[in-house]
């Protein structure tokens, strides 16, 4: 067990690390594993223009009118998501540096998870493949695909409980979507993901040192995930965005920009669909699923009926 807990040391570190003013405040931008890290950006703007360039007609128009829209920019929602998004990070600054005493590392949540295993499954279990490459890659696979799967839930749940919609539904008032979209979330919604996070870090990493009893950190690019900085890379930014890029038969394996844009419509039918982040799959078992055409609907509206987020404030209050 106590080898174990120096695995964990190993394993964790990495998750907990010191608040920084700078980092919380505009991190986002220079921060690798976000999903506004701007070398992030500026790849999906290259990959759009390379789809665009690919596409029978050239569509370039598309390209327009999905990232460089006046409209779209000058837009009253979209002018609120710069203000959310800075409220947020002062927020978030300002609640971390007064109460991070008071939150679980990821590394007590794991040490608690790893104790249920040995108890429950047997201390004894000697790991699997002695392959450095094959734990790391699974390590990989298991850490990204569990945080998906708990992005999920949370995601479901937001819609699905009453309570928690009033939250969600900040998030869903935008009229228009730009990149900054993904930041327009209630502070109580922010606090939510963030343990939802350390949850699914900490219960992948107890269920890796169970499972292969040694400390290895993932494969990754620039200290990221590798299929999380791919995900970031192929599209993360197209999801909050205009520009309709729809997966074909691929979307009932992975969640495209176009699905999750459906999931914005405030179209009755579109209700309550595709709550994946980067797998499509959950969608297909919880019966969410909707998959796109390759051109896009002539008509999309979005927002949320009886509630028009018109400034800050009308955001903060529940």
Known sequence: M????ENLEALTS???MPFDAVQILVGHFFDPAHRLFLPTV????????VVCA??????????????????????PSSRLDIQIFLFNNFFRFLALSLFSGLLISSYE???????FLNLFFGSEFQGLSQNSFVQKLSFTALSFTLLDFFRFIQHYCMHKVPFLWRYHRVHHSAEVLTPLTLTRIHPIEMFIGLFRSTLAVS???????YLFRVPVHGLEIVGVNLFGFA???????????HFWLSFGSLEHIFMSPAQHQIHHSSLLKHRDKNFGIAFSFWDKLFGSFVATQASPPKNLPMGVENFKATNLWRMIKP
């Open 2 to 5: 106590e080898h174990d807990q």
């Open 14 to 16: 990495a998750f907990d």
């Open 42 to 49: 500026a790849a999906s703007l290259l990959m759009v223009t």
């Open 54 to 75: 690919l596409s029978y007609r050239h569509n370039f128009k598309n390209l327009k009118n999905g990232f460089f829209s006046k409209k779209v920019w000058s837009h």
């Open 109 to 115: 949540l794991s040490l608690k998870a790893l104790s």
């Open 203 to 209: 219960l992948s990493t107890a269920l890796f040192i």
């Open 231 to 241: 995900f970031n890379v192929l599209g993360s930014n197209i999801r909050h965005s």
